[in-house]
């Protein structure tokens, strides 16, 4: 086994340094990091602008490989990612902002896979009545419109909560407040109140999705043999479809949930910029706003370690949930 | 044992029924016609007795008793009475019913590779049926009582299998551990449907052995539903004849069997390939198909398809009644005059005569010739880390041959590498090992063209014609795709596909129509058809019949005799049913683990069969007729066939080999040393030590 994993992690280490190295190399020869330096007032001249992208690296004088190979070299003998345009380094800015999005899309994503889940069940359970049906439209909905669609609905209904309630119980602009008092209770209401918008923004994404791949996985479950068997022992409907239903119909869930969770990152860039979030969606879109091309490697690098982590862990689960595989 | 259990029609038993069915019907809605699948059926069982319900598919069998379950879909609209022990079934909700199901009236299914939960263990499966019905019973207790009934269900070693998953047991041992779940609570019905339809003959003589044995454990009656009369003649008291949602014909097995009073119990009597005769006789065809159930026409929905239906049969459907015989009651308007004798079987359907043969047997050419032929493949195990944990030896070095007009039957249990063999074949390329000559030609010389050019002389016919044809293509342009590969020019295809269609008994203006729109048995004769039309030399049948329905199997088979007989084809005939491999073949190859064990001409290999393993193969076999199966003395082979991964020194075969068990030490050393070769043993060619021994087998069963 051990030797199993060992392999398993040699190759996800060559897949994540070739996503890296193909992100650097392409935004190396498509960004033009100089652009941003010459509308400038006063004006730069040509030379010092040079020399600012020399000491990021980036200076398109040099040759591309040239300048991959130099990128390559300070990361893996000093650890160093190189800076930003805003001359931060960029793996201590990715630190600071992973645990900003991660918060967020940890509960999002699993509060929105449970919900997606008896979603669906439900669905299949009911199929064609009337709460299936409901169900079905406004997942389909949901999913139709466009993610900051979304966020900014939720911003104006729960402006109008606060506006009714006479105080602005829901925050939806940045991370946290800045002058709370201290102390462990303050900090958390705090934190569920600026929380609560963007968390619920990805929930009923995530639950509009999980729900009808787990409704038609149920449906099919449903028809299966051995729920006819269960029944035959003396279940009744709805205990066969509970003990036996479920477990199987959660099998190829587990597959799509490392995929849902890679793009989820994607997704959720668009809900931090909307609610004023610093977390890496927000990074990963300025870097390539502002010609950022250590940033917009370092976002790959990211994005690929996460999505790397969640298929190890559906791998895990689906072993869990199915004998079949089990080694 | 069974005998003594059963029920004498003469003596009725003083009890009072515990199933008593009354004008059962099943309607499912449909916006194209309501679906009436069961149309008024009455039966009632009584205690301890074996029922046998016989039916093609869609006869209603099935949807009949699973609303004794309760199991059936919230749409289908059930009417009529059913009583276990007096007790209204239809007016309980599913929570009564529940109660009901699995203590005292229990299920085992058809298909035991999907009939269990693949998440949980065989031990808990049975556990949880135990614990569904005794609240005070601890789960330690259902444990030990789980391990007791794998034992008695002939389950080795059930400490540790009771641990196992679905997917590590075989499908033979899943559905020993589904009667297992079925007798857990001492039921006093088991309804078993079709039980052994989806097993190999000798693990299906085993299950059908477990079902007895469970029968006399818990005293229950069995109701066991099947299409076939082998598996009923060997084993029930009684059998119920269902056509187009209704009972036709019930009776004492002995009677029906011996006489069957409705002609469409005749027609599938005589249309069954029978071990005993096949081959001396042929078979008869019951032509047609069941009616549509959506749409029916007034009368005996049988009148379409039988030879001797009279005006009265095409406007009123006949009452289920005796006509003279006690016990018997049969669904037919000219019942009388058959229980009479004045009409006679062989009158209602004749047997057809047979059709000239073209190239007589004897010296003829070499269609198509196998020597040492080997195929492994590695293993490799894990869904997620792969690695070679061994190799698969699917045919491990065998010889064929077929000459010109003659019929080779490739028989065994599915994994024997029957069809690794065929796919080699048909591939035309260099073998791993060993040679494959065509027509004469050795494929690893053949170029490419050459080798395109081949494939017009050597076609095969696949065992599912529902699953084998585009659906979406009208059935000309699937005749006519080969000669599209073969470049034939389009007015040619048209007029050849013609001919074709009316060579295997269909209608030259059905080309324009699509599969959907043919039955089972016609689908079929397309797929022979498309593998005709590029006048090949040698067919290649994988399962032909096995996937149709018993009545129409007869056609399909005959057509197939007369086809090689009128166009002097050579066949490689891969079937299980040796039955109707006897029917066809001329020369038999019985495989066993990826060798041949046993060679021979059909008559010597049948009358006179030397292997033990091909002994086994026939004693497994059902023969439906109650007279033979009752006297038949039985050879079981124990166990699964091993998984070809096995490395096992000497004969393969030995580990399940019934004479092996009875040699003494100093022989059975020999067999665990040597690999026996093939030699020859009276006219057959035996890959066996010990083959003159055979007939002590018969003296120790």
Redesign the interface.
């Known amino acids: 086994m051990g030797k199993?994993v060992l392999?398993?992690f040699v190759n996800y280490f060559i897949l994540a340094f070739i996503a890296t190295v193909t992100a650097y190399i392409t935004s190396s020869a498509f960004m033009d990091p100089a652009a941003r330096y010459r509308g400038q007032n006063p004006p730069l001249s040509e030379s010092s602008i040079k020399s600012i992208l020399d000491g990021h690296g980036t200076n398109p004088d040099v040759p591309i490989l040239e300048r991959t190979w130099t990128w390559l070299t300070k990361i893996f003998l000093h650890g160093d990612f190189s800076t930003t345009v805003h001359n931060n380094p960029v793996f201590q800015e990715i630190m600071t902002r992973a645990s900003v999005s991660l918060k967020l899309l940890l509960i999002g994503s699993i509060l929105g896979a449970i919900l997606g889940v008896v979603l669906g069940v439900w669905g299949a359970v009911k199929q064609y009545k009337a709460s299936d049906q409901t169900v079905t439209y406004a997942s389909y909905l949901i999913i139709a419109t466009p993610t900051f669609v979304i966020g900014v609905i939720l911003m104006i209904i729960a402006t109008g909560f606060n506006r009714l309630i006479g105080t602005s119980l829901i925050r939806f602009s940045g991370e946290y407040t800045a002058d709370i008092p201290p102390g462990f209770f303050p900090w958390f209401t705090d934190q569920l109140s600026h929380m609560l918008l963007p968390t619920l923004a990805l929930v009923l994404m995530g639950a509009a999705t999980y729900s009808r791949y787990q409704r038609s996985v149920m449906l099919d479950v449903l028809a299966?043999?051995?729920i006819?068997?269960?029944?035959?022992?003396?279940?009744?409907?709805k205990t066969a479809l509970v003990k036996?239903g479920v477990?199987?119909a959660l099998?190829p869930m587990s597959t799509y949930f490392a995929y849902a969770f890679g793009t989820l990152v994607a997704g959720s860039a668009m809900l931090e910029v909307v609610f004023s979030w610093h977390g890496m969606g927000e990074f990963t879109i300025n870097s390539i706003l502002q010609s950022d091309i250590n940033a917009a490697a370092g976002s790959v690098l990211f994005i690929a370690v996460l999505t790397l982590i969640s298929s190890t862990l559906s791998?895990v689960l689906?072993?869990a949930?199915?004998?079949?595989?089990r080694? | 044992m069974t005998e003594t259990l059963s029920t004498n029609q003469s003596h009725p038993p003083a009890e009072a029924p515990i199933l008593e069915v009354r004008d059962l019907t099943v309607t499912f809605p449909n916006h194209k016609g309501d679906v009436k699948a069961v149309r008024g059926v009455d039966y009632e069982v009584m205690p301890g007795e074996f029922l046998g319900i016989v039916g093609e598919s869609g006869s209603g069998k099935s949807v009949s008793s699973m609303a004794v379950m309760g199991l059936l879909p919230s749409n289908a609209r059930i009417d009529g009475s059913i009583k276990y022990r007096g007790r209204s079934l239809l007016d309980m909700d599913d929570h009564e019913m529940s109660k009901l199901r699995g203590s005292e009236i229990a299920m085992v299914f058809q298909d035991p590779l999907s009939a269990l939960t693949p998440v949980y263990t065989i031990g808990e499966q049975i556990s949880e049926g135990l614990l569904l019905h005794d609240a005070t019973m601890s789960k330690e207790a259902a444990h030990e009582r789980a391990i007791e009934l794998l034992r008695i269900v002939g389950i080795p070693g059930p400490e540790r299998r009771v641990r196992a998953y679905p997917h590590e047991f075989s499908g033979g041992m899943r559905q020993r551990a589904m009667i297992a779940i079925a007798i857990a609570n001492d039921p006093d019905l088991i309804i078993a449907d079709e039980p052994t339809t989806a097993l190999d003959v000798t693990i299906q003589a085993q299950i059908l052995d477990v079902l007895q044995k469970a029968r006399e454990i818990t005293g229950a009656a069995i109701v066991l539903i099947t299409h076939d009369l082998g598996v009923v003649a060997g084993h029930a008291d009684r059998i119920a004849v269902m056509y187009a949602g209704r009972l036709v014909e019930t009776g004492p097995v002995e009677q029906v069997f011996a006489r069957p009073q409705m002609p469409y119990t005749t027609g599938l009597l005589r249309s069954v390939p029978n071990l005993a005769t096949a081959g001396t006789q042929r078979l008869v065809p019951l032509e047609g198909k069941p009616p549509s159930l959506s749409n029916m026409v007034p009368g005996c929905p049988f009148a379409p398809r039988c030879p001797i239906a009279i005006d009265t049969c095409r406007e009123v459907e006949p009452e289920l009644i005796g006509h003279g015989t006690p016990g018997v009651a049969a669904a037919c308007h000219r019942a009388d005059e058959i229980a009479s004798g004045e009409l006679t079987a062989g009158s209602i359907f004749p047997r057809p005569e047979p059709v000239q043969k073209r190239v007589k047997n004897g010296d003829a050419d070499r269609v198509l010739e196998v020597t040492g032929l080997q195929k492994h493949f590695p293993l490799l195990k894990g869904a997620v880390f792969k690695r070679q944990i061994g190799t698969v030896r699917a045919v491990d070095g065998i010889d064929l041959e077929i000459r010109e007009g003659q019929t080779l039957g490739l028989v065994g249990e599915s994994g024997c590498g029957k069809s690794t063999t065929i796919g080699e074949v048909l591939e035309m390329v260099a073998p791993q090992k060993g040679k494959i000559v065509i027509n004469g030609v050795d494929v690893s010389e053949l170029s490419k063209r050459d080798r395109l050019a081949m494939r017009k002389d050597v076609q095969v016919v696949f065992q599912d014609p529902m699953a084998a044809i585009d659906p979406r293509l009208p059935v000309g342009e699937v005749i006519a795709e080969p000669l599209t590969v073969h470049k034939v020019p389009a007015r040619k295809r048209n007029d050849t596909v013609a001919e074709m269609l009316e060579l295997v008994g269909l209608d030259a203006n059905m080309a324009d129509r699509y599969p959907h729109e043919f039955s089972g048995g016609q689908r079929q004769r397309i797929g022979i058809a498309r593998a005709l039309v590029t006048n090949p030399k040698l067919l290649v049948l994988d399962e032909p019949v096995s996937a149709l329905d018993v009545s129409v199997q007869a056609g399909v088979i005959n057509l197939l005799e007369d086809l090689r007989d009128s166009l002097g084809l050579s066949y490689l005939f891969v079937a299980h049913d040796l039955a109707v491999v006897r029917q066809i073949a001329d020369h038999v190859a019985v495989m066993y683990l990826g060798r041949i064990v046993e060679f021979g001409a059909s008559e010597d290999l049948y009358d006179n069969p030397q292997h033990p393993y091909t002994r086994a193969l026939m004693s497994a076999i059902p023969v439906p007729d109650p007279a033979v199966e009752k006297s038949r003395e039985r050879v079981l082979l124990s166990g699964d066939l091993p998984s070809p991964t096995d490395e096992i020194t000497g004969c393969s075969f030995r580990t399940r080999c019934p004479l092996f068990a009875l040699l003494p030490e100093t022989d059975q050393d020999r067999c665990a040393r040597d690999d026996p070769q093939p030699r020859r043993a009276e006219s057959n060619l035996v890959a066996c030590h010990f083959s003159e021994r055979i007939h002590e087998l018969e003296h120790s069963s």
Not at chain 1, 228 to 233: E, G, L, P, V
Not at chain 1, 321 to 325: A, E, K, N, T, Y
């Open positions: 199993y392999r398993r299966s043999d051995f006819r068997t269960a029944r035959s022992k003396g279940r009744t409907r036996h477990r199987v099998i791998e689906y072993a949930l199915d004998p079949r595989v080694i």
